[in-house]
DNA sequence: TAGATTGTTAATCGATTAACAATC
DNA sequence: TAGATTGTTAATCGATTAACAATC
């Protein structure tokens, strides 16, 4: 599959495609346009046409998408179609909301270890999964061939900790701290910054109550 | 104040300047150039300057920005001098790990009520804040002059509580559930699927691959 | 005043939408 | 075959960057 640069707008919107191509499915639709598709997701069909043949042509003229066949398409784009190997960073309410987040696993990601740097924590078990001591964190990525890192520990830490993930051998660090991680341009980095989301939010009501 | 329809990538950017020049602030710094600004956070100083001038000229010729001034004034932007009442549903992890967040509350963002299905959580308490039946909610909304709803539940009951926010009067809904609410255009929604975060990180790691 | 740096206009770049020929 | 709908090119729209005059 060639590629040349496939822009961010594009790449952000395929896990919806893939949400509503999933839904489709489960309700058992053979085939959709993209006009449909279109009317459903309250996009252009231009934009799904256009969208979709950044990868290949996935349609058939005067007959639409299979969604059965769309659906896996996009999965083997988003890499759905391959196990993914996880370390979670941070024992919180956060940390343990992800990790009891049964979907992720469904997807392929799979949570290989938990760790945290309050030691009352150590040993617990989270759904079958050991919290372990920080110290460990390095030789473990190694080990068990950890492909992401996710950070859900306080911003004071994180900064030291992205270090550790990247000299274990970390490929990508999806991002719950408040900081820009400055990690080398190897490692990719994908941040949830839940309080900008809410900002973002706060701007909007504001505005909204002017008019 | 006037404004023009300011596009969404401009408030998107809003909250990382606001990080920053907290952070600058926080470490005595007085003014700041649009340019060294923009060797901190990586983007260009045209946009910086461009940006900020949607809402006025914050800055000084031959000077630069006072950074505490300018965070006020990004903080009063963003709606932050205000007090915005937030009421969330769902007492599970997310719901805690949002609850326990202290600096939500320092941004004058006041969890007011939680509400839970779970007859089982009823009455106990999150950082004081006692767990109430669904059936109060409506109810609460109007009481309490809640802005903000927060969805921390399954997809499954998002599109009714949605329902329910809305015949409370709420203002914006801050949905973590993997579903598309369709409310009234005068209700704002911020979504936050964390499930195609992820993908967009499991693509990028499958693409570097190749490479 | 001279130097620095903003505010703002103009140029470029990229993304979205429209249109339509290709084709199932 | 005729009708439908894609794949793709062209037109439009918007956002980013560059440039520079205004001004502190």
Redesign the pocket.
Known sequence: MEHKEI????IA?LPRYYRYLGELKDEKVER??????SELMH?????I?????HF??????????NVAFLYDEIGKILGLDQKHHLVLIGAGHLGQALANYVNFERRGFLIKGIFDRDEKLHGMKIRGIEVRPMEELEQFIRKHDIDIGVLTIPKNGAIEVSETLVRGGIKAIWNFAHVDLNVPDNILVENVHLSESLMKLSYMIDRAKER
Chains 1, 2 share one sequence.
């Open positions: 822009s961010k707008a594009v919107r959709v346009s993209s006009m449909e598709l996009v252009t069909a231009s934009q046409r256009q969208d979709l043949n290949g042509g996935f349609g058939q003229q005067g007959y639409g998408y």
